[in-house]
């Protein structure tokens, strides 16, 4: 009998990023940022990414997921200024989800090398 390719995450890195991302792509509406067109789009725009990276973790369990979550996270700690974004609730809203994306994907690769280095 072939096994199913489909698995749900298993570690609690993977859940808390698809919360993140979820929460990223709600933030406009619930920090009252929508009517602010660059904000808004960078919001659901990567929360988006961050989604997609965590769906295709289902199927393929690869580093590079954690790599594309590290690149997003980075990006959002810099868009406020890059994006000159002026809510504030926007800009915190950025900065502390995206270091929590970059560190939770910078532990996940510490626990994946430290689980394949022990085999």
């Known amino acids: 009998m072939a096994q199913s390719a489909f698995s749900f995450p298993k570690q609690w890195e993977d859940w808390a ?28 725009a990567v929360g988006a990414l961050i989604l997609v990276a965590e769906v295709v973790e289902l199927s393929i369990f ?6 594309i979550n590290i690149a997003a996270g980075a990006w959002l700690v810099v868009s406020p200024w890059v994006l000159g974004v002026a809510s504030v609730a926007a800009r915190w809203n950025f900065i502390v989800i995206g270091a929590l994306v970059v560190v939770l994907a ?3 690769l510490r626990e994946m090398a430290g689980r394949a280095s022990s085999r």
């Open 17 to 44: 990023s698809w919360l993140l991302g979820i929460w990223l792509v709600l933030s406009p509406w619930a920090f009252f940022y929508d009517q602010e067109t660059r904000a808004m789009e960078n919001a659901v």
């Open 62 to 67: 690869r580093d590079w997921e954690e790599w």
């Open 106 to 108: 910078l532990y996940e």
